[in-house]
């Protein structure tokens, strides 16, 4: 993994995205608290840490202050009180991100945007990496960025899940700002080429 960490602090990367899983809002597991720590102590670009979990609000603080989160990212889904979760995580100083699953609509999001700072749409069902993506993700970032323009906001668009050479370009195209990249870097014969030719 120290490898791993090595090769995205060397490349043209903006940011380590790291999934948290807890085998109950998702059927995986990640990595927890230990693990976590080690990677942020070496990882030397701003994290953006994604929580498939169930109850986010449990560790918003664990997040933001042991593990140094940029970006906290929640689950529409998991969050009953999705307002008050994300100005708890503004009042550890991180960023907020709000992600979406594939079978969630953005219009669901309308009144939380001025809130949001990003906006993570699931473009696989998430718990396994190495899926196949779902091209529907294309006309839900198209319905985002009109949103967002229609409300004057800058909010980021992030995208996750079968991303890679293949879309990277048609994705940017209709609005997505932030790409996250897994087995497509990570599984290529040349990971940092591969980021190098994602960068352009
Ligand atoms: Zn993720």
């Avoid at 990367?13 to 720590?37: C, E, Q, R, T, Y």
């Avoid at 498939?52 to 918003?60: A, E, K, R």
């Avoid at 708890?88 to 949001?116: Q, R």
Wanted: charged share 20%; hydrophobic share 45%.
């Amino acid at each position: 993994m120290l490898k791993d960490i090595q090769m995205i602090n060397e490349s043209k990367a903006d940011w380590f995205h790291i999934d948290i899983m807890d085998g109950h809002f998702v059927p995986n597991m990640s990595i927890g608290f230990p693990i976590l720590k080690a990677i942020v102590a070496y990882a030397q670009k701003p994290l953006d840490i994604h929580l498939m979990i169930t109850n986010p609000d449990f560790y918003i603080e664990r997040f933001c202050k042991e593990a140094h989160a940029d970006t906290l990212t929640v689950h529409y889904e998991a969050c009953t009180h999705l307002h008050r979760t994300l100005q708890t995580i503004k009042s550890f100083g991180a960023k907020t991100g709000v992600a979406l699953n594939p079978h969630t609509p953005v219009s669901v999001l309308e009144d939380i945007l001025p809130e949001t700072d990003m906006v993570l749409l699931m473009s696989v069902n998430p718990g396994f990496g190495g899926q196949k993506f779902i091209p529907q993700t294309l006309k839900k970032i198209q319905k985002l960025k009109a949103m967002l323009t229609a409300q004057n906001l800058s909010t980021l668009i992030e995208v996750d899940g079968g991303v890679g050479l293949q879309n990277y370009q048609a994705l940017v195209e209709v609005g997505a700002n932030v790409l996250v990249c897994g087995n497509s870097v990570f599984g290529a014969e040349n990971p940092l080429k591969t980021i190098d030719l994602l960068k352009k």
